[in-house]
């Protein structure tokens, strides 16, 4: 049968077909290792009559696409889960978040949580990530603001939730689909959340496969070249055309249509502040051949 890896765990591999979980081992005539696997993983199993539940991963088929983090297969969109408040949203992260998704040519939308602790006048974070073009959405599952608006996106679709700790990724999930499934609170000293989801799993939401995951702090750049960059950054690649220069890298070029923009506030300085961040770093990495 044709399934999707959910998860593995403790040597078995927990595979979805035909709308029902099987735990399945790795005995095929594949051999695969355990590092051949990533949850989201359409997989080919041999179900064993005499088991029930279980059967053997036969096969992995190739993958459409992959992360590096969260480690997950065959995504249609990336949702990027950061708290307005409790704690305040680490941009820098959401940003090399977006610059991962878009390398990979993976649609995204920005979840802000925790909407009751921010009334609408004071959130500004939202709109910097709307006015670059994404889809950004404010939810919380205490007033129940925007919960169906995210599960509305789900149907029919399979996302990963990427994000820091503490942020309510796996509250989410448990209001979408009536899970009851561990959350932590947050730690009063340190004030970020306590890595309570520890491993990656889909989980089946809404009408769809969703993928939770542990929260993490920080994030590297994919590899890629600085003249990559800018293609990353939506609403700097739709005015790249109409810089003088070719080769313009939207830093110190003279007639720079994206620095214009900035000036005349079309796009974030926030936001580009970030780009020319991440293109000085890029710039400063040892290259490899
Ligand atoms: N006020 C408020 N608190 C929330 C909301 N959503 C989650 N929380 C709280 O935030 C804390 C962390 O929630 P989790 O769902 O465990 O966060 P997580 O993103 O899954 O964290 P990790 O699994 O560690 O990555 C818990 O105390 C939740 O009750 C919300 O919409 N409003
Ligand atoms: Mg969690
Ligand atoms: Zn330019």
Redesign the pocket.
Known sequence: MRGKLLRGYGGFYYVLAEERVWECSLRGRFRLRKQDFLPGDEVEILVDANTGGGGTVEKVLPRRNALKRPLVANVDFAAL?FSLA?PPPDETLLNRLLVQAEYAGLETVVIF?????LPADRRDAPDRYRQAGYAALC????SGEGVSDFGARLRGRTAVLA??????????LNALGGLNRK????SAKLGR?????RHVEMLRVAGGLVA????FSSYHLPEMKPADLARCFPEIASRALSCRFKTCAHDKEPDCAVKAAVAAGVISPARYGFYLSFLSELRERPRHV
């Open positions: 889960v409790k949580t925790k909407a009751d602790l939810v919380s599952v205490v994000g820091q700790s503490g942020v309510g990724k796996t509250s989410l959350t932590g609170d947050i959340g306590r890595h309570t989801t939770d995951t542990p929260g």
